[in-house]
């Protein structure tokens, strides 16, 4: 079975542009997190979509939007991009919601670099 | 807010050394803790985790033990192998039993040499 696959898994883009990155989840599973790490850090929590709903948001600005699609699978959207944006953003899904306590499964990421 | 606090690394060991990887956390309530690696290339995987204090998880030689009393989670493995080469993140989750908005540590890059 395929695993969280994400795209594209590298870009550059210039300060001031938008990037969308995409997520597929596992076949099956429902939730879908994004996390931020900058290199030389642990992952940060962006945004959490359960059952097309966001569940949880962390502390990132409103230049970060997501949603989840009907079939599951989610975008990430940063806005007016800035340098500090720069990271590897990944996506991890699970079977259930925020309560579940199901093990969540990570994409291997997309490196975004920021000009 | 919660935070997690690793040691620093790298950490440089022989083969079949033993392995202690130190964390402490702050968190609020009765947090899940977990430790997760990522092997060169490929995407964080969940090596183990612990839900309630005095829990002890386990996984390919690894263990850790849940400590309320020092909220601590370390890492341990008897007897290391070249295989074990990774970044090893410690983290938690404030929502009881669950995965949910997981704060991580800065992760500790562990090589292992024959």
């Known amino acids: 079975d395929a695993g969280v696959t994400q795209s594209p898994t590298h870009l550059i883009k210039t300060r001031g542009q938008h990037v969308t990155l995409r997520c597929s989840p596992i076949?099956?599973?429902?939730?879908v997190s994004w996390y931020q790490q900058v290199l030389g850090q642990g992952p940060q929590f962006i945004f959490q979509y359960y059952e097309k709903e966001e569940r949880g948001r962390g502390n990132f600005p409103d230049r970060f939007s997501a949603r989840q699609f009907p079939n599951y699978s989610s975008e990430l959207n940063v806005n007016a991009l800035l340098l500090g944006d720069s990271a590897l953003y990944l996506c991890a899904s699970s079977l259930g919601g925020p309560n579940s306590g199901n093990t969540i499964y990570f994409g291997e990421g997309s490196w975004l670099t920021v000009v | 807010g919660n935070s997690v606090t690793q040691m620093e690394g790298p950490v440089t060991l022989s083969e079949e050394a033993f392995l202690t990887i130190n964390c402490t956390y702050t968190a609020t309530g009765y947090p899940s803790l977990f430790w997760y690696v990522q092997y060169p290339g490929e995407g964080l995987q969940l090596l183990l985790k612990a839900t309630k204090a005095d829990d002890k998880g386990s996984n390919k030689g690894f263990e850790a033990t849940y400590r309320k009393e020092t909220t601590s989670f370390h890492l341990e493995k008897g007897s290391v192998q070249v295989s074990d080469s990774a970044v090893y993140f410690c983290a938690l989750s404030d929502r009881g039993g669950s995965n949910y908005k997981l704060t991580f540590g800065k992760g500790t890059l562990l090589t292992v040499n024959p």
């Open positions: 076949s099956g599973h429902k939730s």
